[in-house]
T-cell receptor, first 111, second 113 residues
C-alpha cells in the first residue's frame, strides 16, 4: 500500500539555523500539506499546496516558513531561522480527494 | 474560526463498546474525519462523514449530524491495542476555496483488561 514518507525521522538543530524537512507524498496525490504537533498538544495545520503553489496557510506559517516541490516527488518545508518554539513533530500529508494520509513525521528539536 | 470539542480522556474495558463525542462550530463545513494516533506516531485515518448518518467500517462506526454540529466515533469489541488518542478533525473551506483540516485536541482512550 502506498505511503507518505518523511526524512529525517529526527532532527536536532541550534536556534537560528535553517532546517529543511522532506516528504515524498503518495505518487498520484495532488494536494499536499504540512502540519505540526507540539508535544502534548493538538495537530495544527500549517500550509496546503496544490498545482505548485500554496493554496492555504495558517497564522503559524509566517515568513520564516516556506514550502517547495523541487521535483516530481519531493515536497519540502523549510524553516529559515529556527526558534525554540519550533520544536515539534512535523507531519506531511497528501490526498487525492477527501482523505489525508499522514507521513510518519519528523521530530524537530531546536536547542 | 473553528471550535472543536471532545473529551480529554476516556477509559473502558476490553470487549466493551465506547462512544467518543465531538462537537464543532465552523463556517464552511466540508466533512468530518476521525483519526487514531498512538503516542509518538502519525495520525491514521479511521473514518470520514460528509452527510448525516452512520458510517460503519468493521469495529468502528462514525455518526454525523450537521444541524447539531455533532459527531461520534463508536468503537466495538475493544482491544488493548485500541488504547490511543482519537482525533476529531473538521474540513473547512478556506478563504481561497481550498480545504483546510482543523483538529480537536484528541480524546485519550485507555483500554484496560
Amino acid at each position: 500500500e502506498p505511503e507518505v514518507t518523511q526524512t529525517p525521522s529526527h532532527q536536532v538543530t541550534q536556534m537560528g539555523q535553517e532546517v529543511i524537512l522532506r516528504c515524498v507524498p503518495i505518487s498520484n496525490h495532488l494536494y499536499f500539506y504540512w502540519y505540526r504537533q507540539i508535544l502534548g498538544q493538538k495537530v495544527e495545520f500549517l500550509v496546503s499546496f496544490y498545482n505548485n503553489e500554496i493554496s492555504e496557510k495558517s497564522e503559524i506559517f509566517d515568513d520564516q516558513f516556506s514550502v517547495e516541490r523541487p521535483d516530481g516527488s519531493n515536497f519540502t518545508l523549510k524553516i529559515r531561522s529556527t526558534k525554540l518554539e519550533d520544536s515539534a513533530m512535523y507531519f506531511c500529508a497528501s490526498t487525492e480527494q477527501e482523505t489525508q494520509y499522514f507521513g510518519p513525521g519528523t521530530r524537530l528539536l531546536v536547542l | 474560526g473553528q471550535n472543536i470539542d471532545q473529551p480529554t480522556e476516556m477509559t473502558a474495558t476490553e470487549g466493551a463498546i465506547v462512544q467518543i463525542n465531538c462537537t464543532y462550530q465552523t463556517s464552511g463545513f466540508n466533512g468530518l474525519f476521525w483519526y487514531q494516533q498512538h503516542a509518538g506516531e502519525a495520525p491514521t485515518f479511521l473514518s470520514y462523514n460528509v452527510l448525516d448518518g452512520l458510517e460503519e467500517k468493521g469495529r468502528f462506526s462514525s455518526f454525523l449530524s450537521r444541524s447539531k454540529g455533532y459527531s461520534y466515533l463508536l468503537l466495538k469489541e475493544l482491544q488493548m491495542k485500541d488504547s490511543a488518542s482519537y482525533l476529531c478533525a473538521v474540513r473547512d473551506l478556506g478563504n481561497s476555496g481550498y480545504s483546510t483540516l482543523t483538529f480537536g485536541k484528541g480524546t485519550m482512550l485507555l483500554v484496560s483488561p
